[in-house]
Nanobody, 120 residues
Framework: QVQLVESGGGLVQPGGSLRLSCAAS????????MGWYRQAPGKQRELVAT???????NYVDSVKGRFTISRDNAKNTVYLQMNSLKPEDTAIYYC??????????????WGQGTQVTVSS
């Protein structure tokens, strides 16, 4: 079994910062890409950022220059540093890992979601 556990969400004022973490545990043989998605009320889930095992990163245009994704392969953990937060960043944030697991195949795993609310 594989589990992803997220932490770090909360309420912050516009212009503030938050750091999200997501750690994987269980029957993990290898982890490929790690990413963060978000879903705002009434909207579809969207990709926020990804980081490959090589360290290559990719961001949605709306967060470029404000968010930074990073990973610690030794800890099976991905981070999302969010600065200069805006009300439109309010959403539930989900982490996603591509994991080579006990079924000897690559599968997508998701965290439980953490609420980020940006409001004064």
């Amino acid at each position: 079994q594989v589990q992803l556990v997220e932490s770090g969400g909360g309420l912050v004022q516009p212009g503030g910062s938050l750091r999200l973490s997501c750690a994987a545990s269980g029957s993990i043989f290898s982890i490929g890409a790690m990413g963060w998605y978000r879903q705002a009320p009434g909207k579809q889930r969207e990709l926020v950022a990804t980081v490959r095992r090589s360290g290559t990163t990719n961001y949605v245009d709306s967060v470029k220059g404000r968010f930074t994704i990073s990973r610690d392969n030794a800890k099976n953990t991905v981070y999302l540093q969010m600065n200069s937060l805006k009300p439109e960043d309010t959403a539930i944030y989900y982490c996603n890992f591509q994991i080579f697991d006990q079924f000897s195949k690559w599968n997508d795993y998701w965290g439980q979601g953490t609420q980020v609310t940006v409001s004064s």
